[in-house]
């Protein structure tokens, strides 16, 4: 009933920037909390950012000043910009979010299926 895509990931150079975005659609009343995560090979999926239905944010620490999360209500979408990309950031991005449905006027979390996101040197 709630489908989130993201896209905007590929691949870029070190110092390098892109945006992801993740656009949430189906039968829904309200977005709350989003989150953007990441999963390199052989480690496990992290939390990278979050934004709440307030526009209040949250980062990890080793991406602040580099990573932004931003959400546009109207159009159901939640974006990430990425700058000063490092090597390290290599991972599959992954769109998380807070949604209350009409089916269920109920609120539960939903994953988008990733957006490969690759840092050359």
């Known amino acids: 009933q709630v489908q989130l895509v993201e896209s905007g990931g590929g691949l870029v150079q070190a110092g390098g920037s892109l945006r992801l975005s993740c656009r949430a659609s189906g039968r829904i009343v309200s977005i709350n909390a989003v989150g953007w995560y990441r999963q390199a090979p052989g480690k496990e999926r992290e939390l990278v950012a979050a934004?709440?239905?307030?526009?209040?944010?949250n980062y990890k620490d080793i991406v602040k000043s580099r990573f932004t999360i931003s959400r546009d209500n109207a159009n159901n979408t939640v974006y990430l910009q990425m700058n000063s990309l490092k090597p390290e950031d290599t991972a599959v991005y992954y769109c998380n979010a807070n949604v209350r449905t009409i089916a269920t006027w109920s609120s539960a979390d939903y994953w988008g299926q990733g957006t490969q996101v690759t840092v050359s040197s």
């Open positions: 934004i709440t239905s307030g526009g209040t944010t």
